[in-house]
């Protein structure tokens, strides 16, 4: 992507905007798939099913082109992975190509990443800040303090660069004059960010953090994981961290030549007051409690995905951040942006996002009751009805039509005329042995009930995942607990027949009733195996910031199976069906 000169940012300008859009939400639509098929009439993949230059209308753009999965996609993306330039998805310069994650789906999937999606991007941020901005205000000259990590990019053999859709945010000429013209530097040298070493990396973010603390104007990571996962790391290398500042000479941890420079240069001498300051708070914190606004005094609030798969991590980040609002970083996938919390005061658990209608051509799969995809057709932007739940199907301008992305979501009222919706689940299940249905939202609520047992002994979930055995006649579903500390065998049994009971599915509980579903087992891990679990997904790519706890371990992935099975401590069978 050229450089470009990035607009200089006026909130009321781009609230004034988003309004405008919202009112026309439909037209505005419209005109967005009009131009996404005028700029991509050469692609081969759109001529194939009949669209040329002259389709622009909605209803036969959706007669010709049939509904996809990433699945259906694979073999056109891979060829552009291995270089080939030919129009295949889009006619449009592809520079590079996005992985996503892999943690949600199970497997790494390639995604095109263009200018636009570049500056859809940058467009959401403006928004979501603006909004923020509204409500919390942050001072001028202030930063952010920001977890975020590039990881590796890698040249495809066709000469592509490859890498997580953050990375190839990150690596755009235009993200740093987009994240200062909305007052969100960040404290950390680009050195560190860009740092092979994520361990490295994150002790770095905090020790820049902690540099900067009087100008920290708010706290962020993509993913309410990576707050938690950060300062859990804190409570560990904190008296390392102050080390550092009071001798100003950096730990001889950070062993990456061009990370030690940036952060040498930082410290710039001993700082035996800051260091002092800092030892004073950590040491009067109460099990650390408010960590967040001692460290950092001016911070304003706490950002991130806190939604959905990341709700789990919501308690001890409010623990971290005493005081301070949470506020719900915005809705998208390395598919692009879909969605902008124009509702910064709510909280996690109600938090909802406005589809901002220019970011893509957006449809909506209706789902019944069960989750299962109803014979009707998908329904657009603005025909969706409140209450229903529906998977959505975006049409982008980076090669994607019509492509369901596995997400369901609620519609829970509308901000003009755009709908406001709430993020629910993945939309694949991830626990069914025979006729029971369950999905990750499932799993949570059921870890949920069971983990009230748990506090009642004042010792938390760390994290959790799961798997179906079928090893076992019948089949049975393995829940794999890491907890913060000591307890009796009788309290976690308690758990384990209450997470066997919180599956409320009709499917699950009749097939426990007459046992063609074996009686639920907890396993309870060592501190630290999911750690080592992150660290593998790490090992393979994955990017620390987009990183997701994968709830369902399938039998394929045997490695992970293998740490968590390696790390088993207890195991106990539920006796709630007898
Ligand atoms: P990735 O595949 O790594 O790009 O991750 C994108 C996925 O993360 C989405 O498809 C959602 O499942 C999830 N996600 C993104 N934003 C949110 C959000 N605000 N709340 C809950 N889940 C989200």
């Keep these: 992507m050229l450089e470009k000169k990035v607009e200089t940012f006026n909130m009321n300008r781009v609230i004034d905007e988003f309004e405008e859009m919202t009112r026309n939400a439909d037209q505005v639509q419209k005109q967005t798939l009009k131009e996404i098929l005028h700029k991509n009439q050469s692609a081969i993949y759109l001529q194939n099913f009949g669209i040329n230059g002259n389709t622009t209308d909605p209803e036969a753009f959706k007669a010709l082109v049939p509904l996809v999965t990433d699945l259906d996609l694979e073999p056109y993306i891979k060829r552009m992975v291995d270089g ?50 509204r409500d919390f205000p942050i001072d001028d000259n202030g930063r952010a303090l920001q977890f975020i990590f590039s990881s590796k990019q890698y040249i495809s053999k066709g000469g592509v660069p490859v890498g997580t859709a953050t990375t190839n945010v990150y690596r755009n000429p235009n993200f740093k004059a987009g994240m200062k013209s909305i007052q969100s530097l960040c404290c950390s040298p680009d050195e560190v960010i860009f740092s092979p070493d994520v361990h490295q990396a994150l002790y770095c973010h905090l020790l820049s953090g902690i540099l900067f603390r009087d100008q920290v104007q708010y706290v962020f990571a993509s993913f309410a994981h990576g707050l938690v996962h950060a300062f859990r790391t804190f409570e560990q290398l904190w008296e390392e961290i102050v080390t550092d500042i009071e001798d100003g000479v950096l730990s001889s941890r950070i062993t990456v030549p061009s990370v030690r420079t940036a952060m040498a240069k930082l410290l710039s001498g001993p700082n035996p007051e800051l260091a002092e300051t800092i030892r004073t708070k950590c040491m009067s914190l109460s099990n650390w409690y408010g960590l967040i606004p001692a460290l950092f005094p001016n911070s304003k609030y706490v950002y991130g995905i806190m939604t959905g798969s990341m709700e789990p991590y919501v308690k001890k980040l409010r623990h971290y951040a005493g005081e301070l609002p949470l506020v719900s970083h915005d809705y998208g996938s390395s598919e692009g942006w879909i969605a902008a919390n124009v509702r910064p005061r709510l909280s996690p658990e109600e938090a909802t996002f406005a589809v901002v209608p220019n970011l893509g051509y957006f449809e909506f799969l209706p789902l019944s009751e069960t989750g299962e995809t109803e014979e009707r057709p998908p329904v657009g932007l603005t025909e969706v009805k409140i209450g229903q739940e529906y998977e959505v199907v975006i049409t982008n301008y980076a090669g994607l039509y019509r492509y369901r992305l596995g997400d369901v979501v609620k519609i829970v009222g509308f901000y003009n005329k755009t709908p406001q919706l709430k993020f629910i689940c993945r939309r694949n299940l991830i626990l069914s042995i025979n006729i029971d249905k369950n999905t990750e939202r499932d799993l949570q609520m059921s870890v949920e009930s069971a983990a009230k047992r748990l506090a009642e002994e004042k010792i938390e979930v760390i994290d959790f995942s799961s798997h179906v055995d079928v090893k076992t006649e019948p089949g049975h579903y393995v829940i794999y607990w890491e907890i913060s500390g000591e307890t009796e065998d009788d309290v976690l049994q308690d758990c384990c027949n209450c997470l066997d009971k919180g599956f409320i599915d009709a499917g699950y509980m009749s097939s426990r009733k007459c046992k063609t579903i074996g009686a639920l087992e907890l396993r309870v891990v060592e501190r630290g195996t999911f750690r080592k679990v992150q660290e593998h997904f790490l090992g393979i790519g994955s990017s620390a910031g987009q990183f997701k706890m994968p709830r369902c371990v399938k039998p394929s992935n045997v490695k992970v199976l293998q740490i968590l099975c390696d790390n088993v401590v207890s195991r106990f069978f539920s006796t709630a069906f007898g």
């Design 84 to 133: 080939d330039t030919s129009p295949i998805l889009t006619a449009l310069p592809v520079p590079a190509i996005s992985l996503s994650s892999g943690t949600s789906q199970g497997r790494p999937k390639f995604i095109p990443f263009t200018d636009e999606l570049m500056e859809n991007t940058l467009q959401l941020f403006r928004t979501a800040f603006a909004f923020r901005n």
